[in-house]
């Protein structure tokens, strides 16, 4: 299978059972993982960085999970096929510098994505659509037991699983969450909770990673400690944590339903309108359309089976994914009227909005 | 008659038989008249003022054009409902300023309006929609003439017409058209425009007046000589640079489609579909969205009838039209959506526009 096939497919984060927690995006576990008698893969030559690779990907194809998995290798891609990898939040924008020995392994509903030397031998994903920490966790510790179970980890009794970076040594779990916050953003709150995030040891981070400006109201959290705790204690404390984000991002959408509908309302019209009629539309203003259209169908404003289709865009709008499917050497204002008409063909099936029976 | 019945009333700017050539919103002439044996209304005392007003008024009601005319007296006018005089072009800002003593006589079709004791004793306004500089100057000579037969203007041989301000002498005429000139603004050549219009001694205004920004793409153009030329020498010599700008414009627009055809398309379906969905549109936002959607028209893209209605709603969604409809101590915030509901009405009841067939 090809990159290019792929994105056409229906994956778990664009076409996952939709569930009651509509603030959250999407749940991803990572584990982070070594083999014992190998350099960790900054420090190996590329035999046995191709060595590593073979043997990883050797054994854990054979999982259950992974049963119709493909492997895509880092020197067989573009940059573009790897850009839409990252878009998709399978592989790493550090895995996509990555060449010859490197590869992911992805498994058929694009829920599980192994990463075969990255800065680790192993980076081991599962991602869920929604707020799904507890089935997500149970499916990676079954992953994790199985490639134990078939390859010998780098493991010490005092440290737990050894990493090349100490900032993972331990569990070796980066444990985060996709969160949709359009509300906090609006009355520029979202500040104050990502500094409070910080002082509780979490890592918040806008949608395009560190750094960035939060296109579409989209943030990722993330536990940044590893160590001296489980992986249940982890994910318990960071499930505390967002829980009260989640509650007060529904508290600040009653206030500005009370306070500001007019205004709220006429950010979503617009936005729809402008879905609708646009004839160019660049990555960034797609997302922050469609990050109205999804409050919109929090609120009842749009049918609920948008959400899908919303969500199925705010990653297949982005770049690399529109250049996929127009063709590698397609030039930018191409890709922005073609993006325009995709939206605008999907959004031209809505009749109307309908904003008298707001959810609240 | 009321002034809030009048702005319901279908009148020549707003509902005038549209012209073959749409670039040209409207035309005026005007002319400046005094009567012998008075001072100036400025240096008139309120009892002279007063008399003249009766005495204009009691003839100028007479004459057939202005059969079923009403007058609107200033000191019987709110601060609203002299603005929305000023919005339909019928008084001017300075007259707005006047109290007892002035008034301004309206004929039905709000195609003539008779300003006494502005800043002279007579401000004779005839109105046209499109551009009639021809119909509008045969009507003017007619109505001097008969106004001439009833009272006593102040006349010099040699100097001419006898004005308050020696800016005006001479033919007291001013004529002007008011252009939509969005093609030269979106290619940034307006500018050069306007200073080619000062050298040949022409006024160049944005809608709002001197000064002010050029809301809409719409600019009045106007002769500044009264003295030394005759009234038809004026309107030619004007009448050949309006041409020139017309050409300007016609031709930016067919290299705007030939180059930037995306880019126009885009701006003019952005524009339909915030019409279309907003709920909260300021009267600024308004003449520019509207001015797009009369480029619409123009270039085929909507149908030719939509053209009387976007020529209303420039003149009915400005702020003192909007407020006298909903009544006068309603809030800003209510003014702009009330306007936001209105323009959804109508531009509801297009399908979609049509970029098939442009008309260049």
């Not at 990502?194 to 509780?200: K, T």
């Not at 943030?219 to 829980?243: A, P, W």
Request: aromatic share 6%; hydrophobic share 40%; charged share 25%.
């Amino acid at each position: 299978m090809k990159v290019q096939d792929l994105i056409h497919e229906k994956s778990e984060l664009t076409h996952g059972k939709s569930l009651p927690e509509p603030i959250v995006l999407s749940t991803r576990i990572r584990l982070a993982r070594n083999l014992e008698g190998y350099n960790f893969p900054d420090w190996s030559n590329i035999e046995t960085r191709k060595e590593v690779l073979r043997l990883c990907s050797n054994e854990i194809i054979k999982l259950k999970a992974m049963k119709v998995a493909e492997e895509f290798d880092c020197d067989q891609m573009t940059e573009t096929e790897k850009r839409a990898l990252v878009e998709r939040h399978l592989i790493s924008p550090e895995f996509a510098q990555m060449g010859e020995g490197s590869g992911v392994l992805i498994n058929e509903d694009q829920s599980i994505a192994v990463m075969i030397n990255e800065e680790d031998h192993l980076r081991i994903q599962v991602l869920r659509r929604g707020y799904q920490f507890k089935s997500a966790w149970q499916e990676m510790d079954e992953l994790d037991n199985q490639i134990d179970e078939r390859l010998d980890y780098a493991f010490s009794g005092q440290l737990g699983y050894l990493t090349a970076c100490p900032t993972n040594l331990g569990t070796g779990m980066r444990a985060s969450i996709m969160l949709h916050l359009p509300g906090l953003v609006i009355v520029g709150q979202i500040e104050k909770v990502i500094r409070a995030c910080s002082h509780l040891n979490l890592a918040v981070r806008g949608i395009y990673g560190e750094g960035s400006d939060a296109i579409g109201s989209i943030f990722q959290i993330s536990n940044q400690q590893t160590l001296g705790e489980s992986e249940v204690e982890i994910i318990k404390k960071l499930t505390g944590v967002l829980d009260t984000v989640i509650e007060q991002e529904k508290n600040v959408r009653n206030q500005i339903l009370a306070q500001e509908r007019v205004k709220i309302f006429d950010k979503i019209g617009r936005a729809f309108g402008i879905l609708r009629n646009a004839h160019s539309v660049t990555s960034d203003e797609a997302m922050n359309l469609l990050s109205l259209m999804r409050l919109a169908v929090d609120l009842g404003i749009l049918p609920s089976q948008y959400r899908t289709i919303i969500d199925s865009f705010l990653i297949e709008s982005q770049p690399a994914h529109i250049q996929l499917m127009m063709g590698e050497d397609i030039k930018l204002e191409h890709r922005d009227s073609f993006r325009a008409m995709l939206l605008k063909q999907k959004f031209k099936e809505i009749d109307s909005l309908n904003f008298d029976n707001i959810k609240t």
